[in-house]
């Protein structure tokens, strides 16, 4: 374990995505002494159960989180150019389908605001004539792909272009400043860059921030078993899934809860899913297919009669790996429900996920039917969505004077890490930041204003 320094200018708690990327910001942008304490290796409590991918696709009540997302990815498009793309960044895209004409429309308008949001250029095709100006992602890299998003509203170009979906897909959204990278890889390019610059790393466990004056000046630190102080001026609470605990330690009660997510990988050995696909989200309710017998026995039991039922939006999936590679990775939030104020470790178990995606997955690719008489081999993780009410994070001053937070990220932390460091690190040397800081400031929840505005926020750019 490194050497505890007595004292340092900022103490960071939590090693995940976005405590490595504010340590690494105050270290080396701001050439601070930066002390980081974590419970858990680098990246490994949920950090690294990320399907890894990156939008600046983000419809709205306003831009906020178009300007902030597009800045991150800024950042994570240098970053990648001056390592060789260390981390594999792509702009592989976010394509979204659906079959109901009344949520075709919806997109035809959501998209139109995210254009004139800051989010790019909105072509739309109506004919296969319009589509033949439509440029398919490519595979590997992000410089001069294009930005904005391609709107398919006919079928014939639907079927041209996306075959393996579903027939009844009637449109397509294809938003291109998207796509994924190693999260693993960004986040030891960021832990190298921070000890090179001097910052240090241990694990343990931050037990009291201790203020005087109504400022931060130490901390104290349960380390292998001995207790420790340091002192210091600035203290990040950045400790993903644990953030409301460690607010509570600066006299913060953030409005933070979390929510279970699953992942879910197998091995497409039938090809079903298009290998340079991005990756694809169902923007439709399912049904699960089950035979008259089956529903019938599940209907019954009233522990599984849910399966029966129409449940939510929002099945998603993407390829993993190049190469050979069969992976796939699925994703379905259907325990959108199930809120903890504080998280469980282990994170419950659901073992009836493996089924129910791979049959709710059959509603956008019908080809995936071929694995339901034998399920294959499935491996599930996940981690917790910790987030605010309206799905935007908590980045800056929190609690007594040089308390910090940067949490809240629910299942957008890799993405938006770059922008919020940069948020936290001018927070902190006294600068207020690009405008649209405040729209990610704890203290939004003390304007009456913008609590009355939450109540009809409408869509949360959640997947």
């Not at 340092?8 to 002390?35: F, Y």
């Not at 950045?238 to 913060?252: D, E, F, S």
């Not at 008489?373 to 994070?393: F, I, M």
């Not at 405008?435 to 204003?449: H, S, T």
């Amino acid at each position: 374990m490194s050497a505890v320094p007595p004292v340092s200018d900022v103490v960071v708690c939590g090693a995940g995505i976005a405590g490595l990327a504010v340590a690494r910001e105050l270290a080396v942008t701001h050439g601070l002494r930066v002390l980081m304490v974590s419970e858990h290796a680098p990246m490994s409590l949920t950090s690294d159960k990320s399907t890894e991918a990156y939008r600046n696709w983000w419809p709205g009540p306003d831009d906020a989180m178009v300007r902030f997302m597009n800045r991150s990815i800024d950042r994570l498009e240098h970053w990648a150019e001056r390592t060789g793309n260390r981390f594999l960044l792509n702009r592989r895209g976010y394509v979204y389908a659906t079959t109901r004409a009344s949520r075709a429309a919806e997109f035809e308008r959501s998209a139109a605001l995210a254009s004139a949001q800051g989010a790019g250029p909105l072509r739309v095709y109506r004919s296969p004539a319009e589509a033949a100006q439509y440029r398919p992602s490519a595979l590997q890299g992000w410089a001069n792909h294009p930005t904005g998003a391609d709107l398919f509203l006919d079928a014939e170009s639907i079927r041209a272009h996306f075959p393996w979906l579903s027939p009844d897909v009637c449109a397509v959204l294809h938003a291109r400043r998207c796509g994924w990278f190693s999260g693993q890889q960004l986040g030891m390019m960021l832990l190298e860059e921070l000890r090179a610059a001097g910052g240090v790393l241990v694990e343990g466990r931050v037990e009291r921030v201790r203020v005087e004056g109504g400022r931060v000046v130490g901390v104290d630190l349960a380390l292998a078993g001995e207790s420790r102080q340091v002192s210091c001026g600035a203290f990040v609470n950045a400790a993903g899934p644990n953030a409301r605990a460690v607010g509570a330690l600066c006299g913060q009660d953030l409005p933070l809860f979390s929510e279970a997510h699953y992942k879910l990988s197998m091995e497409d050995e039938h090809g079903v899913v298009d290998r340079g696909t991005g990756l694809v989200i169902l923007d439709d309710p399912v049904t699960l297919p089950w035979s008259s017998e089956e529903r019938a026995e599940l209907a019954a039991d009233p522990e599984l009669a849910w399966m029966t039922h129409e449940l939510p939006a929002g099945i998603h999936l993407r390829p993993e790996g190049y190469g050979a590679s069969r992976t796939v990775l699925m994703l379905w939030d259907y325990h959108g429900a199930q809120r903890y104020d504080a998280p469980m470790y282990p994170l419950p178990e659901d073992p009836y996920y493996p089924e129910v995606v791979l049959r709710g997955m059959c509603a956008m690719a019908p080809g995936l039917r071929a694995y339901l008489e034998r399920l294959p081999r499935c491996w599930v993780d996940g981690g917790y969505y910790t987030k605010t009410r309206e799905n935007r994070p908590l980045i800056g001053p929190a609690g007594a004077e040089g308390a910090y937070v940067c949490a809240g990220f629910s299942g957008f932390g890799l993405m938006a890490a770059p922008a919020a460091a940069e948020l936290v690190g001018a927070r902190l040397v006294g600068s207020e930041g690009p405008e649209y800081a405040g729209a990610f400031d704890v203290r939004r929840y003390e304007d009456p204003g913008y609590l009355a505005r939450l109540e009809s926020w409408g869509e949360t750019g959640q997947l």
